[in-house]
């Protein structure tokens, strides 16, 4: 009974997910654009909020799967752990480059520069590189090769330690990155109502195409084992 439901519900990836994160993602730039007000201080830039604070929490959902998939790679010794923590990856990657990337647009006209080596920024840099040089280096390495996936299960995982680091760095140091504005306490929301239902969908947009993608990128990770294995097994034969 459990295992058919979750064949069920992972059916969904293909009439679910697609037309949940298409239809969620458009609104959201349809509520950033014409819904939410225009923030007063910030002018019209602020509306980059939606896509920057969704993606970067993407981004920490993915890798807190590559984190769980890198402890089972370790515990079990599964490779199809290892590409759940690709694929996770992949999706991590992708979505810190664009919370980099909007925070760069974001910056220039409140800051007035792109970049500075702010605290946040450097750490979540940090995040973008480790993980960018994960999947570099897993993909040096032979598909079914054991020892590499540990090797990356490893470094995955100590490379999770800096998301705490970003989260905290706006309250252990003074940086030019704002603190949290999205709820300041559990009963007073820092934002107007507007902007909160225009972010909410923003997360369920965000993350349904997170998840989606993901998925995809799993699979097909799941498919290039595969086919080395099978590529593997006529080579002995082959060789018999």
């Not at 349809?30 to 007000?37: C, D, Q, S």
């Not at 590409?83 to 810190?96: D, M, S, W």
């Not at 032979?142 to 680091?165: H, K, N, S, T």
């Amino acid at each position: 009974m459990i295992v058919s439901t979750l064949r069920a519900i992972y059916g969904w990836r293909w009439s679910v997910l697609p037309p949940v994160a298409g239809v969620a993602v458009m609104a959201m730039v349809l509520g950033a654009l014409l819904v939410a007000p225009r923030e007063v201080v910030e002018g019209d830039v602020q509306r980059l909020l939606y896509i920057h604070f969704s993606s970067i929490l993407a981004a920490y959902g993915a890798f807190a799967i590559v984190f769980l998939a890198s402890v089972v790679v370790l515990w079990r010794r599964d490779l199809r752990w290892d590409a759940v923590a690709r694929g996770a990856a992949t999706v991590g990657v992708l979505f810190t480059g664009l919370t980099l990337a909007t925070g760069a647009i974001w910056g220039k006209p409140i800051w007035g520069v792109y970049w500075t080596w702010d605290a946040r920024l450097t750490s979540t840099l940090i995040l973008f590189l480790i993980y960018a040089a994960y999947l570099l280096a897993r993909s040096m390495a032979d598909e079914l090769d054991e020892q590499a996936a540990r090797f990356a299960a490893v470094f995955a995982i100590i490379g999770a330690l800096d998301i705490p680091l970003i989260m905290m760095s706006v309250r252990w140091w003074r940086t030019l990155h704002p603190q949290p504005i999205v709820l300041r306490g559990a009963e007073r929301p820092a934002l107007p109502p507007e902007m909160l239902i225009v972010m909410i969908v923003a997360f369920i947009g965000v993350g349904a195409l997170a998840v989606w993608l993901g998925v995809l990128r799993t699979e097909t990770e799941w498919l290039a084992k595969r086919t080395a294995a099978l590529r593997a097994a006529a080579d002995r034969r082959e060789g018999a």
